[in-house]
């Protein structure tokens, strides 16, 4: 964010640069089973965004020190391909990627039923192969798939989207040009079932009315982007 | 990547198929698995590809960086080949620097590209001395179930052969123009199991077997690139044995990467 309010990405009529009106979704699409050695696994591509999850587990703690006798420990990791995005990424870990795996294992330790599985790990990786804005929550999205599909406990899926603000004009769903110009990001982590929150960031700057609408277009995306998931788990795998 | 148990029974069943010359998966000894080839999936790499071998599933991305010539060769571009085996593609594999595994895959699969010289050096040159273009080849495993040299080969020469100079977003010029490959060189992997060699392991058989040899051959099917691996022994016999399958089978993944068809 910050001071390109001047670059036009929504004209009068409330059309943006790729065409959608301020409360529409990327095309979103989702396949389970893509890692046929997973235990579960899931791939989903969002506008040209492309991520791919995979869940390893119940397994062995190791290392023991990081184990716990009441629950099983959840081991996640958010990282981007070296050719995700259009200047090389080195390959590694960055303090950003860092963040992003933390705040996902905070979300996902909040629906997933770890005490039934004490002294044991979960792995959860996700691989982002092509990325344009929103990273984290389609990471996050994919992550929920791919435990559902490996058939680990859940009170819930959490399904991630980030709405915003360019223009002045609050939308949903950013992509590349209005994340890098636009003047607000919220993501969130809804549980479609109940409405309630695992995940809330923001940066940018928003007004309490904008940010109720980006909060209700975030919460109307989440229950589309649910009903996909939903349907990708009850179609079987790729 | 963490040392597996290398289970004894599961050797054990493997040589016992040798001497009927039969696999676990019911494949005759030269025959592959399944293999597809997929390019231009990844909209942010100038260049991609993903092989699917079984269920082994790899992709490759090529992207371009400016650099310095080197000082000894001013007039020439820099190919970088790097592999990476993430902890997303088996339950072995563990995050961290690169292991010894992946620096060996990395580095076999660019010599093959590289000695082969379909990639024209010079062809990158921007400013003698001064600016060149470095073409970067990364190779990423999502799903490990044995011979990723192979899949990281083919995915690896299709994405290279896909890619576009992006020298409309380097402001050089109008157009972007395709990175020039004149050859394409490709690997084949032999691993010995139950005391025989077989083509295309899959990850059993990797893991109950013993050494392998990967071989690279180029268009004309000259050699470009061998590597012996793990622990064994092996004899002029079996090399020419399994050099003459590679001589045809190259040929047939040539031909894949010549017909593959960008995604939709």
């Known amino acids: 964010m910050g001071g390109y309010g001047d670059v036009q990405m929504i004209d009068e009529n409330g059309v943006r640069v790729d065409g959608r009106g301020p409360g529409d979704l990327r095309p979103v699409s989702i396949e389970t089973g893509v890692i046929p050695v997973a235990d579960g696994s899931a791939r989903v591509i969002w506008g040209t965004n492309h991520a791919v999850a995979a869940v390893y587990g119940p397994m062995e703690c190791h290392p023991r020190k990081i184990q716990r006798q009441d629950r099983a420990v959840l081991d996640v990791r958010y990282n981007m391909a070296p050719f995700s995005t259009p200047d090389r990424m080195r390959p590694g870990f960055n303090r950003r990627s860092r963040e992003i795996s933390k705040v996902t294992a905070d979300a996902l330790e909040s629906v997933v039923l770890l005490e039934m599985y004490p002294r044991c790990k979960i792995r959860v990786e996700i691989e982002i192969l092509c990325a344009e804005a929103g990273t984290r929550c389609v990471g996050l999205t994919a992550a929920s798939v791919a435990l559902a599909h490996a058939g680990i406990p859940m009170t819930d899926m959490v399904v991630s989207v980030a709405s915003g603000k360019i223009n002045g004009v609050v939308v949903c769903d950013l992509n590349k040009e209005e994340d890098n110009y636009g003047e607000a990001d919220l993501p969130m982590g809804i549980l479609p079932n109940s409405g309630e929150l695992v995940f809330l960031q923001l940066d940018g700057d928003l007004s309490p009315a904008e940010f109720q609408e980006a909060w209700d277009y975030n919460m109307e995306a989440a229950m589309v982007v649910h009903q996909i998931m939903v349907d990708a788990l009850k179609g079987g795998d790729a | ?264």
């Open chain 2, 1 to 264: 990547m963490a040392i597996p148990i290398v289970p004894q029974l599961l050797r054990a069943h493997l040589a016992e198929l040798a001497e009927n010359d039969e696999r676990h998966d019911g494949r005759a000894r030269w025959e592959s698995r399944d293999t597809e080839l997929e390019i231009g999936i990844l909209r942010n790499a100038e260049g991609s590809a993903k092989v699917r071998m079984g269920d082994t599933i790899v992709y490759a991305g090529v992207k371009f960086q400016i650099m310095t010539p080197y000082p000894d060769r001013p007039n020439q571009g820099g190919l970088m080949c790097t592999a990476e085996i993430r902890p997303v593609a088996g339950r072995n594999w563990e995050p961290g620097p690169p292991s010894p595994e992946s620096i060996e895959l990395g580095r076999v699969v660019d010599r093959g590209i590289r000695e082969s010289g379909c990639i024209d050096v010079d062809n990158l040159c921007i400013i003698p001395g001064e600016k060149a273009w470095q073409v970067i080849l990364d190779l990423f495993a999502i799903s490990d179930d044995g011979n990723l040299f192979d899949a990281f080969a083919l995915a690896g020469i299709a994405a290279l052969k896909s890619a576009m100079l992006p020298e409309v977003r380097f402001e050089m010029s109008d157009s972007d123009r395709p990175l020039p490959v004149s050859k394409i060189p490709t690997m084949c992997s032999y691993h010995k199991v139950g005391g025989r060699f077989v083509y295309d392991a899959d990850g059993r058989e990797e893991l109950g077997g013993d050494e392998r040899i990967h071989i690279t051959l180029g268009d004309d099917g000259h050699v470009h690139s061998l590597q012996k691996g793990l622990k064994g022994i092996f004899t002029e016999s079996e090399f020419s044995e399994i050099m003459e399958h590679a001589q045809s089978r190259c040929k047939e993944l040539r031909e894949m990467v010549l017909n593959a068809e960008e995604a939709g």
